[in-house]
T-cell receptor, first 117, second 112 residues
Framework: GAGVSQSPSNKVTEKGKDVELRCDPI?????LYWYRQSLGQGLEFLIY????????KSGLPSDRFSAERTGGSVSTLTIQRTQQEDSAVYLC???????????????FGPGTRLLVL | SQKIEQNSEALNIQEGKTATLTCNYT??????LQWYRQDPGRGPVFLLL?????KEKRKERLKVTFDTTLKQSLFHITASQPADSATYLC???????????FGIGTKLQVIP
């Protein structure tokens, strides 16, 4: 595709419900990242995928958060039993390779704005 | 753990002047430092990358410097325009791995 796409663009949910956020990276990009951006906060790293595997899950805030990537392409970030503090913009980015020393530009999607009531 | 500091106050500057944004970090120097631009409601967009062995990088009206002694990067926009108004993020990348650590960003407002 032309760029990274994310869906939904906005999500309002009730506390305690589960939500699933989707990211479609740029075709051919092997590295995929999830970040969270809260109001007035910087980008918070959540998880990084290289292909289908996630060598770094250190940023996931709790065990209510999980992510998977299938076929080396689409990724879903799932938040179970959502809490109000989960409200934020969830951004996905992809890059061509990831790892290996040479830095790669990350291309970001527009984000999913999650509001937990 | 690594800390990144960007001037958290918004920076207001007159059109035509040079805007200078600061990014300071603690601990060890990254292999690469990137600058991104983020507009409201959008994801960040990559602008420039500078390596730890480079002192300066330019791209059109943009200039980035990297001083590993001071643990600081400066981002300059010359002949600033109202269209340059946005939040600018610096990001650190450590060699051999693509985890990117972002600063909180500095909001730049260019006044016509």
């Amino acid at each position: 595709g032309a760029g990274v796409s994310q869906s939904p663009s906005n999500k309002v949910t009730e506390k305690g419900k589960d939500v699933e956020l989707r990211c479609d990276p740029i075709s051919g990009h092997t590295a995929l990242y999830w970040y969270r951006q809260s109001l007035g906060q910087g980008l918070e790293f959540l998880i990084y995928f290289q292909g289908n595997s996630a060598p770094d899950k250190s940023g996931l805030p709790s065990d209510r958060f999980s992510a998977e990537r299938t076929g080396g392409s689409v990724s879903t970030l799932t938040i179970q039993r959502t809490q109000q503090e989960d409200s934020a913009v969830y951004l996905c980015a992809s890059s061509r390779r990831g790892g290996g020393g040479a830095s790669e530009t990350q291309y970001f999607g527009p984000g999913t704005r999650l509001l937990v009531l | 753990s690594q800390k990144i500091e960007q001037n958290s106050e918004a920076l207001n500057i007159q059109e035509g002047k040079t805007a200078t944004l600061t990014c300071n970090y603690t601990n060890y120097s990254p292999a690469y430092l990137q600058w991104y631009r983020q507009d409201p409601g959008r994801g960040p967009v990559f602008l420039l990358l500078i390596r730890e062995n480079e002192k300066e990088k330019r791209k059109e009206r943009l200039k980035v410097t990297f001083d590993t002694t001071l643990k600081q990067s400066l981002f300059h926009i010359t002949a600033s325009q109202p269209a340059d108004s946005a939040t600018y993020l610096c990001a650190l990348i450590y060699g051999g791995y693509q985890k990117v650590t972002f600063g909180i960003g500095t909001k730049l407002q260019v006044i016509p």
